[in-house]
Each structure stands twice: as C-alpha cells, then as structure tokens.
C-alpha cells in the first residue's frame, strides 16, 4: 500500500517509481521521525504582525551528495535524483548500512536569460549527517557526487504544497515583491528547499535567496 501510495505521487511527476525503490521507501518511513536538520545560524529576521516573513540565515560549509539531472520537467529531475540519493542513504554505500536522513535536501536551480523559465539541469543535494562528514560513504552509483559545498548565506521564505516549475517561479516572482529591489543577492541562481518527502501533499518548502559573497 505504502508503494502503490508512492508509485501515485510519482505519477504525478511524470516519473515511474521502480520496484526496487520499496527497500529505501520502507526504510525512509521507519525513520521518518529520525531527521538530523542541516547546521545553520539564524542572522536576522523579518516580519509582519508577528509572523516572519523571511529570514536570513549562515550555513557552513559541509558535504554534500549530490545528483545532477535535466529532464524535461523540473519534477522529473528532482524525482529521478531524490530515488538516487533514497538508495544511496537506505544501502547503496561503502558501508552498506542506513546513514540517516538530514533536511532540508537542496534543489539548486538556474533561470534562463528572461527570467521567464527554469533552465533543466538542476542539482539535487543531500547534506551527509554529522558522523559522516569527515569519511564520506563512497556512493556504487557513479551518477552520485560527494562535494564540500562552500559556507552559504541566504534569504529564506516558507512556502507550502507541490513544488512544479509554476509555483516555484510564482515563490520568486512574490519573493521579489517582498524584497523590492537589491543587488545583494543573485538573480539567476536559487535554491529549493525540502523538509518532506515527496509522498506529503502540504509539504513544507523554502525559496532561498543566495547572498552575493
């Protein structure tokens, strides 16, 4: 039930869910409430009528597994990537055992010239839980990358639901607005965040702004 449940999700990604992905899924669910957060330093935040708006918040450098893929839709590549890193972290590893889940898993993506659409290739990121970021498990796929990731500074706002190439241009467009205009962080470079898995239908996400270095 639990795979037929997934199997429905990534329908709606256009992506067919393989059936060797029930292993990593069953694993997943089993630790759903084990969830190391990603290490980060809160800068400041801004609000109105006591609610943040957004905030701006350090991340240290760190490693990261990351999967890089450009399918037609944007939902397409983060689902195909996401089923690499799942059994990445559920066994296919130097260690072969569970290394735990971290979020938020990063979905770095580029808009094209116009600003009017995403460009494919997008960047899927795991954060390595504590105990592993000094020795890396060695992933068996080769399409998966272990990389230290620089120390980030960005401006973060919550959004909520699917994540589609519409709502997350919509999430840039209301972001701006919220803003106005500045030059401190790039135009063309953002990030998705995502704080549950795929099955979730009012899944929590964030729209990070990169600040410039």
């Not at 350090?58 to 195909?80: D, F, H, L, N, R």
Request: with cysteine; aromatic share 10%; glycine share 4%.
């Amino acid at each position: 039930r639990l795979f037929a449940h997934w199997e429905a999700v990534a329908s709606t990604h256009r992506v067919s869910l393989p059936r060797d992905m029930a292993g990593p899924i069953v694993q997943m669910t089993r630790h759903n409430q084990a969830r190391e957060p990603v290490p980060y330093v809160t800068l400041s935040q801004h609000g109105k009528c006591e609610e943040a708006a957004y905030e701006e918040r350090w991340y240290p450098a760190g490693k990261w597994a990351c999967v890089t893929k450009g399918e037609p839709m944007y939902e397409q590549s983060i689902s195909m990537s996401f089923m690499k890193l799942m059994r990445y972290i559920c066994k296919e590893n130097s260690v072969g055992c569970y290394l735990g889940m971290t979020i938020p898993v990063l979905n770095e993506i580029h808009l094209t010239k116009e600003g009017t659409e995403l460009e494919r290739e997008v960047i899927t990121a795991y954060y390595l839980p504590g105990e592993f970021q000094e020795t890396p498990p060695v992933p068996t796929d080769p399409e998966i990358h272990i990389t230290e990731r620089a120390p980030l500074r960005v401006i973060t706002r919550v959004f909520y639901g699917m994540t589609t190439e519409e709502t997350i241009l919509r999430e840039i467009s209301l972001f701006w607005e919220l803003l106005g205009s500045t030059d401190t962080v790039l135009r063309e470079t953002y990030i998705v965040a995502a704080y549950e898995n795929p099955s979730i239908p009012q899944r929590r996400n964030e729209i990070w702004f990169i600040c410039r270095a």
